[in-house]
């Protein structure tokens, strides 16, 4: 099998994966997940594996193979995963779960190399840049910075008490981070590096984005430079797009008849992938903000979605 140049992966509540072409919208492939709905989908740098987030396990998948198998399971969470991601040369997983903790596993061995106790439902977890940083958000309205060096927590902050924070994004270069919480409000703070490692968190911007909550918000990547974006998905059925020179509305990307739970955006910045639980995906042209597929065959919510269609990194 060829590997296409783009991988684009939805799931959600109706215990299916699917893989999608990108372009034409054809769906290629399906992967049952009997276990449970699943939270979070995730591809590794080397685009060979997905992960898929659910209750409570972490499947991984092999992208190029008709195997149905997962080829690893992580199981040592106890409730709903609805974080995870990679470090940067796919060496280590991190996963956040509603069971209060934050781990980390290496991608070879079944067993978690580590662990931190949140004490409250983890519902988001981001990696710093600098791939020795963590930040979680979880339902108390805690965010928490584990340095992964010192393998301790190295800052906590409650940007507004008891409202649970929903999705965190930190921009690829390492200077701004934004926290989405249930209350429609995006907090962004400047990442400023002390004497120390530490990072310290400079208020700099609160955004009433939505008056529903935010269920994910995503800064714009590198390649999408010198435009910077801010994505806020949520669940009055809109993205909007916010100028982060100012955090001024850009775009409302209106089409989907519920929720709006995820949203990545391509390589270049150009596209925006959201997954929705009318139970489609849409890709959107960030230049009219207009959808242009629809990825429809999902039979229920499809809460997550992911997408690839960068180089990988290259080998050493």
């Not at 714009?220 to 806020?232: G, I, Q």
């Amino acid at each position: 099998m060829s590997q296409p140049s783009v991988i684009l992966a939805t799931a959600g509540y109706d215990h299916t994966i699917r893989f999608w072409e990108a372009k034409s919208g054809r769906c290629y492939r399906t992967l049952q997940y009997p276990d449970s709905q699943v939270n979070r989908l995730e591809i590794t740098p080397n685009k060979q594996y997905l992960a898929a987030a659910g209750n409570p396990h972490i499947r991984l998948f092999e992208v190029n193979s008709n195997s149905p198998q997962p080829v690893m399971s992580y199981d040592s969470h106890t409730n709903n995963v609805m974080a995870v991601g990679f470090q940067c040369d796919g060496k280590w997983m991190y996963s956040g779960s509603e069971d209060g903790t934050v781990k980390i596993w290496d991608l070879r061995a079944p067993g978690c190399q580590r662990e931190y106790e949140s004490r409250a439902a983890v519902n988001t977890v981001v990696l710093h840049p600098n791939q020795t940083e963590l930040i979680s958000g979880d339902q108390n309205g805690n965010i928490r910075v584990w340095d992964l060096t010192a393998n301790s927590c190295s800052c906590e902050l409650v940007p507004e008490v008891d409202t649970a924070v929903r999705s965190l994004t930190v921009m690829w270069d390492g200077s701004l981070v934004v926290a989405a919480n249930n209350h429609g409000t995006c907090y962004v703070w400047r990442l400023l590096r002390g004497n120390q490692t530490m990072t310290n968190f400079e208020p700099l911007h609160k955004l009433q984005a939505h008056n529903g909550y935010i269920l994910k918000c995503l800064l714009s990547p590198e390649f999408c430079e010198p435009h910077r974006y801010l994505a806020t998905a949520s669940s009055d059925h809109t993205v909007k797009i916010w100028n982060v020179d100012g955090f001024t509305l850009e775009k409302t990307l209106i089409g989907h008849q519920r929720w709006v739970w995820d949203c990545v955006f391509s390589v270049d910045g150009a596209y925006l992938i959201t997954a929705s639980s009318d139970s489609t995906a849409k890709l959107w042209a960030m230049a009219n903000g207009e959808a242009i597929r629809t990825y429809q065959g999902h039979h229920k919510a499809t809460v997550c979605c992911a997408l690839h269609d960068g180089a990988e990194p290259s080998q050493p």
